[in-house]
């Protein structure tokens, strides 16, 4: 019930094109649900955030989508750009369980110019 | 620099040998978290300190590995008698603590430990 599985794990995208990563998880007490970004010797790095009481939630390029009935949430990289590929983690989190973070396996996305 | 801060950023140990990872948080951050990750992986929570109080420990954590936070400022992990399956990024985190709600956890880039 703690897992979170993140698909594909990896992705190949053309420069302008979007780019999608799905999770799903199983705890329903999970009311917190970031992503992250990890560029290789680096740590990760939020890159954006959602709660359960919203459906989407989009900043710059980046949207997230929030389905609850089927515990299902995604990224969208909208315009992808060399610049970002990396790989991205999707997590979750509850509030009432010390905020600790359980990830997915990643996905390494290449966006090829 | 006022991100999270860890040290070394490599170490390469023999097998059966001692090491011990420091971390540096974020000065206000009073949440702090241990992960690993593998290679391919995401990470994998080891344990948690708010303040100086160790809170959770995962089951990942064997009797060979303990941590620290000692006057709930920089952290340590130890693992004792390192061996190969203990090769890993050693990656910590910091936050905030705000009553049930999340917070952004900020990492630091890890300290990769390779066990030969």
Redesign the interface.
């Known amino acids: 019930q703690q897992q979170v599985k ?1 698909s594909p794990q990896s992705l190949i995208v053309q420069k302008g094109g979007i780019s999608i990563i799905n999770c799903a998880y199983e705890n329903t007490a999970f ?2 649900f ?1 992503w ?1 970004q990890q560029f290789p ?6 890159l954006i ?1 959602i ?1 359960p009481d919203v459906s989407e939630k989009k900043e710059g390029r980046f949207t997230i989508s929030f389905n609850k009935s089927a515990k299902q949430f995604s990224l969208h990289i909208m315009d992808s750009q060399p610049g970002d590929s990396a790989t991205y ?1 999707c ?1 979750a ?1 509850f ?2 369980g ?9 996905t390494r996305l290449a966006v090829h110019p | 620099d006022t991100g999270v801060s860890q040290d070394p950023r490599h170490k390469i140990t023999k097998r059966g040998q001692n090491v011990t990872f420091r971390c540096d948080p974020i000065s206000e951050h009073n949440r702090l978290y241990w992960y690993r990750q593998t290679l391919g992986q995401g990470p994998e929570f080891l344990t948690y300190f708010q303040n100086e109080a160790q809170l959770e420990k995962s089951r990942l954590l064997s009797d060979r590995f303990s941590a620290e936070r000692p006057k709930g400022s920089f952290s340590t992990l130890e693992i004792q008698r390192t061996e190969q399956g203990d090769s890993a990024m050693y990656l910590c985190a910091s936050t905030i603590n705000r009553v049930l709600v999340n917070t952004e956890a900020f990492f630091g880039q890890g300290t990769r430990l390779t066990v030969v």
């Open positions: 993140q009311d917190y970031p992250y010797g680096k740590g990760p790095a939020l955030a709660r983690f997590a989190s509030s009432g010390y905020n600790k973070l359980i990830f997915g396996a990643g």
